[in-house]
């Protein structure tokens, strides 16, 4: 993980470790760096937070000052920069966004010229520019200094895509949409309502700061009383830049990535379109997937958390599907990242083609109680690799047996150990979780 980007960009609060001198020099190197034989095409999306359009003129400066013609797509999701990106011939795009962060947060994601995440040794040239350790750039002059364009098109363009994507139409569904006052609201309706849908939106005004605050996929319980007030059929939850969806069933249930998983790969199973018959999860997925999978015969893969390694497990093994709890749900058919929007049309699919609820197609499922506690400490690795930890640990594991499992993990972009357990109850997710903290308690490691 490198000094300014991580899994998922360059992220930081507004104008305090994230600044408009960043985002310039970002925009400076990559117009210089996409522009070295040719001109550049660049096209970039912002979400909704008030700083998303400051960070979008900073590198749209330094874009068109390295030569670079920058494309705007305006409010829009990270998933349609990727489609724009791979259909419309970009050298990259950039999305401004902080995903479900609060809204003094954004972002700084930049995507290949395939859709992808961009590759590590090219955000490694990025920061050693960004520490003046590569020099000064040459700025474009005269005829050669880039082009502003807008390009709503694009945007209008992916909003089809989604459309065409639908097998059947969704008259006599109500469906309820929660926008998280992000990214989605610019998209979201006008893809339900074209496929036939009484759509039912909300947190779909957003106002800058108001974006993921009390909704969205993170506060799932807004959309969860939403659906059972208004009777629908199905509820989704988007996160602020639309890469994640949480399902809401006609009863007000929650289903989490781990049980879109199961439906959508199930379904694909039966009809013979699960490539190498797996999904791929990450260590965080509940116990409870596993085992409905294992009935299903529904093979798997684990990986690290992060969209980035669940993406590159499903490119080297040729798998179709894949994702996270969180919400965010790759199918690698259709899109080369998570995607809300279009994990909502790939649910619809399976409850027009099967014609049943999603609360029949999930009741297969027994999810398993899970408690995560994050625990500040001084140092990551000292602390996982403590011998009274790792003992401590392994003792868990062993009184767990097959009935649950702990996971101890260190945080990516915080001074945190993660302390997750799953077992067959609350009472027994607590008390292993609360004998590991002890431990790391006891030894010094923790920092209040």
């Known amino acids: 993980m490198g000094k300014y980007f991580g899994t998922d960009g360059f992220r930081g609060e507004a104008n305090v470790n994230l600044t408009v001198e960043h985002a310039f020099k970002v925009g400076r190197f990559l117009g210089w760096y996409y522009g070295r034989d040719h001109k550049a095409k660049i096209v970039i999306g912002k979400d909704t937070r008030r700083s998303s359009y400051m960070f979008e003129y900073s590198l749209v400066a330094g874009l068109t000052a390295s030569g670079a013609d920058a494309y705007l797509l305006h409010v829009t999701t990270t998933p349609s920069v990727s489609y724009v990106v791979r259909t419309e011939g ?39 520019y960004l520490d003046g350790k590569r020099g000064e750039l040459p700025l474009a002059t005269k005829e050669n200094i880039g082009r502003t364009v807008d390009f709503v098109a694009g945007r209008n363009r992916y909003i089809g895509y989604l459309i065409s994507l639908a097998t059947r139409s969704f008259k006599n569904y109500k469906i309820g949409l929660d926008c998280a006052n992000g990214s989605s609201s610019a998209i979201a309706k006008s893809v339900f309502d074209a496929l036939g849908a009484k759509t039912y939106v909300m947190n779909n005004e957003p106002n800058g700061i108001n974006i993921n605050e009390n909704c969205g996929s993170t506060h799932i319980g807004v959309l969860q009383k939403f659906v059972k007030e208004n009777g629908l059929n199905v509820g989704f939850a988007y996160d602020g830049d639309a890469d994640r969806c949480i399902a809401v069933d006609e009863n007000g249930n929650v289903v989490d990535g781990d049980l879109i998983l199961y439906v959508c790969g199930k379904y ?25 999978c294992d009935k299903a015969g529904i093979s798997y893969e684990k990986t690290a958390v992060g969209d980035k390694y669940v993406y590159e497990n499903m490119m080297e093994n040729g798998h179709c599907l894949g994702g996270e709890q969180s919400g ?52 990551k690795k000292m602390a996982r690799e403590n011998p009274e930890v790792v003992k401590a640990v392994a003792a868990a594991g062993e009184a767990l047996g097959e009935e649950g499992r702990i996971l101890v993990r260190e945080s990516g972009t915080e001074p945190v150990i993660r302390v997750m357990v799953e077992a067959a109850e609350d009472a ?21």
């Open 90 to 128: 970009f050298d990259c795009g950039i999305m401004i966004s902080a995903s479900h962060n609060p809204f003094y947060d954004n972002g700084i994601k930049v995507i290949n010229g395939m859709g992808y995440k961009l590759e590590a040794e090219v955000e490694e040239k990025i920061e050693e």
């Open 268 to 292: 694909l199973k039966e009809e013979g379109k699960l490539r190498n018959n797996t999904i791929v999860t990450t260590v965080m997925s509940n116990l409870g997937l596993y085992k409905a």
């Open 328 to 379: 965010h749900i790759i199918f690698s058919k259709h899109a080369t990242t998570g995607d809300g929007i279009l994990t909502s049309l790939m649910i619809m699919e399976v409850l027009t083609e099967r014609k049943q609820s999603l609360a029949t197609l999930t009741s297969e499922v027994r999810i398993y109680p899970q408690l995560l506690k994050n625990v500040r400490v001084a140092d």
């Open 428 to 448: 027994l997710c607590e008390k292993y979780v609360n004998q590991v903290v002890d431990v790391m308690k006891a030894q010094g490691l923790v920092t209040e």
